[in-house]
């Protein structure tokens, strides 16, 4: 069966402390996996797409890696205003349903 | 605005009802997805749409659930007489085409009494 699997499942850091959030993933035939930020009260806003081992994405902050088997989304120097829930979901095989992870809720305490 | 919208943000109605559930898409979207998202959890799937066509219904619950998008664009999620357990937010996404990241909606809360 495919999983998605996110960890921690809560994280608190200080302001300015990097760390990385991981999203792991058993599926057959990876076609992509996306990263989302979800606020309270709101809808997954999207971050980035990776669709292959190897690639790295950019945004700020943020970098989104991918491998084989899992996928990190590393946050560099945060600020409080990162705080948010960050969901990763995969696409695979023949279909397009997205398979999303439980999440990891990100404090970033000032 | 230009985003995914739904309505009503938030329903309450009493057990054994019917609901209706509407998503307005992104302009030009022509993909568009059903999610149920429990407190806590990811979002989950339900069905999806590439056009008016309903390409994949697997993930909708019972046949209390159905969806359709007659025309390609807005599309409604309906549940009949509905259960205290159907409880929970519903979210809508579209997408350019298959594949394409998913642009989300900011839900309908769905209370059963």
């Known amino acids: 069966e495919d999983q998605v699997t996110q960890s921690p499942e809560a994280l608190r850091l200080q302001e300015g402390e990097s760390s990385s959030l991981n999203c792991s993933y058993t599926?057959?035939?990876?076609?992509?996996l996306f990263w989302y930020r979800q606020d309270p009260g709101k809808g997954p806003e999207f971050l980035f797409t990776l669709y292959s081992a190897g690639e790295e994405k950019e945004k700020e902050r943020l970098k989104a890696t991918l491998t084989k088997k899992e996928s990190f989304l590393h946050i560099t120097a945060p600020k409080p205003e990162d705080s948010a829930t960050y969901l990763c979901a995969v696409q695979a095989g023949t279909g397009n349903q997205f398979y999303f992870g439980t999440g990891t809720s990100l404090t970033v305490i000032p | 605005g230009a985003g995914v919208s739904q309505s009503p943000r938030y329903k309450v109605t009493k057990r054994g009802q019917d609901v209706a559930l509407r998503c307005d898409p992104i302009?030009?979207?022509?993909?568009l997805y059903w999610y149920r998202q429990a407190l806590g959890q990811g979002p989950e799937f339900l069905t999806y749409?590439?056009?008016?066509?309903?390409?994949?219904k697997s993930g909708l619950p019972n046949d209390r659930f159905s969806a359709e998008r007659p025309e390609g664009s807005i599309s409604t999620l309906t549940i009949q007489r509905t259960e205290q357990r159907d409880s929970a937010m519903y979210r809508c996404?579209?997408?350019?085409?298959?594949?394409?990241?998913?642009?989300f909606g900011d839900g309908t809360r769905l209370s059963i009494l």
């Open positions: 599926v057959s035939g990876l076609r992509g």
């Open positions: 996404a579209s997408s350019l085409g298959l594949g394409q990241p998913q642009h």
């Open positions: 749409f590439n056009y008016e066509a309903q390409q994949d």
């Open positions: 302009s030009g979207h022509v993909s």
